[in-house]
DNA sequence: TATACGTGGGC
DNA sequence: TGCCCAAGTAT
């Protein structure tokens, strides 16, 4: 097995010579940027984030943009990326960027990962690749290659793989050239050391892999254990009144929160009175199944489900129009866009 | 430690 | 088709 040393050597070669260098957040040292980028690119592809953030950065264009944006065009520019959580946490620590440290990012990797939804390895991404900062990394990408190369077992859920992975990556990363080696293990993960099917014949770390020389390139890394995913049968109320149709803002926690949906009831209740079926379908989310039967109501206030006064917690998004529709400057899951279209 | 949290791609 | 899971974090 090789030293560290020659570890980085290998690896950062390969990405001078391979390496993809021109995705939209590289070549630029703006914190602001890569800190979007790497928030975006938790638990998403590439080729999904690369549209997200460019318009996010064109509304956006620096940390104080963000700041000061209200939190339904926050969740707007994330409609349709998932994990919203993300967008709310990327928004209440931009104010917090612009409030407490008058807008400049701070450069500490503890105060990186002090704010809200960045945690270890995303503040050392931040640090190294903004401010050249000697942090270790431990994304999916790393955490692929360190368990095949090393062959680290077992699913890295588990607090003691987590750990020995987390020690082999503080062990190779180099206090020179952070950046550039971070980056290239990224790259590695995502290019070549593959989920299925690795291009192993064009690794640098081949010779030395314990799961090519094993044969368990197909076992490592160790899989998260299946658990059975339950399923949820709600009625999604449709009411349109004047060529208007009735959403409701969901609370900040919980699923889709912050996002506007149509008014939701447990299938357990009873149908509303004079309420018509639309077609029903089933929204896969990664931990339930979401069955919705959207019912058409002629009014909401006579459901008996909801009280008109509660006006602060619903709201009218326009439907009249297409362009209305598509542009209303607010948060939409995917299943509700894909529904609002459907009634146009 | 286990679970909640979205969506779309790959096979 | 259904299953796994992708540049994870918060609780």
Not at 79 to 98: D, I, Q, W
Not at 179 to 206: E, F, H, S, W
Not at 251 to 272: A, D, K, T, V
Request: glycine residues 6%; positive net charge.
């Amino acid at each position: 097995m090789w030293s560290a040393n020659s570890f980085q050597r290998k690896v950062i070669e390969y990405y001078r010579q391979h390496g993809r260098k021109h995705l939209p957040w590289q070549g630029t040292k703006d914190p602001y940027r890569i800190w979007l980028s790497e928030i975006m690119l938790q638990q998403t592809q590439v080729a999904t984030v690369i549209p997200y953030y460019e318009a996010f950065l064109e509304r956006f264009p620096t940390i104080v943009d963000l700041a000061e944006a209200s939190s339904d065009e926050v969740m707007h520019l994330w409609s349709g990326l998932g994990y919203y959580s993300r967008a709310r946490n990327l928004h209440k620590a931009a104010k917090t960027v612009a409030e407490e440290y008058a807008g400049t990012f701070p450069q500490d990797p503890e105060e990186i990962e002090a704010l809200p939804g960045i945690g270890l390895s995303t503040a050392g991404a931040i640090a190294a690749f903004a401010f050249d900062k000697p942090t270790a990394i431990l994304d999916g990408n790393v955490k692929r290659v360190l368990a095949r190369c090393y062959g680290i077992e077992g699913w890295a859920g588990k607090s003691a793989v987590l750990k020995a992975l987390w020690a082999k990556a503080e062990e190779n990363t180099p206090v020179k050239d952070t950046a550039q080696y971070n980056q290239a293990m990224m790259d590695l993960g995502a290019v070549i050391c593959t989920r299925t099917k690795p291009k192993c014949d064009k690794c640098p770390l081949a010779k030395e892999c314990f799961a090519l020389k094993q044969g368990m390139i197909s076992e490592l890394p160790g899989k998260k254990p299946k658990k059975a995913r339950p399923k949820r049968s709600v009625y999604w109320l449709v009411c349109i009144e004047d060529n208007q149709v009735l959403l409701h803002k969901r609370p900040p926690s919980g699923i889709w929160g912050g996002l506007w949906c149509f008014p939701e009831i447990e299938q357990s209740e009873p149908i509303p009175e004079h309420s018509q079926k639309l077609s029903s379908f089933v929204h896969k989310f990664s931990h339930y199944d979401l069955e919705v039967q959207p019912l058409l109501v002629k009014k909401l206030s006579k459901t008996g489900i909801m009280e008109p006064n509660e006006t602060e917690r619903f709201a009218l998004a326009f439907l009249n129009k297409k362009t209305q529709a598509k542009t209303a400057q607010i948060g939409l899951p995917t299943p509700v866009s894909k529904l609002l279209a459907s009634l146009q």
